[in-house]
């Protein structure tokens, strides 16, 4: 069983950049993918970035191609997702994922969530 806490989330200006981090609790965070996801309200949660166990392969939903790069640093057992000239339509609540078993962008073949980072991009 893995703990996984989401922060970094918060609010900013169309056009600006956040970065969002994952903390992951015991030892086995390098031997697994992790993904980020997001929920806006009223829609259902969405694929946004994932990334191998490695760090060697990355996988972006098309809607955050060229503005969001995923990266970990296994030995802090933390995943990033860097995002940069965020739109109104970014907003929602940020999770991140660990262990996949399956087709990574979706949802429901990820074991592990975090609580969340709410992000909100004003116009």
């Known amino acids: 069983q893995v703990r996984l806490v989401e922060s970094g989330g918060g609010l900013v200006q169309a056009g600006g950049s956040l970065r969002l981090s994952c903390a992951a609790s015991?030892?086995?965070?390098?031997?697994?993918?992790m993904g980020w996801f997001r929920q806006a309200p009223g829609k259902e949660r969405e694929f946004v970035a994932a990334?191998?166990?490695?760090?060697?392969?990355?996988y972006y939903a098309d809607s955050v191609k060229g503005r969001g790069t995923i990266s970990r640093d296994n030995a802090k057992n933390t995943v990033y997702l860097q995002m940069n000239s965020l739109k109104p339509e970014d907003t929602a609540v940020y999770y991140c994922?660990?262990?996949?078993?399956?087709?990574?962008?979706?949802?429901?073949?990820?074991?592990?969530w975090g609580q969340g980072t709410q992000v909100t991009v004003s116009s």
């Open positions: 990334i191998s166990w490695s760090g060697g392969s990355t």
């Open positions: 015991g030892r086995t965070f390098s031997s697994y993918a």
């Open positions: 994922a660990s262990h996949v078993t399956g087709t990574y962008y979706v949802t429901r073949n990820w074991t592990y």
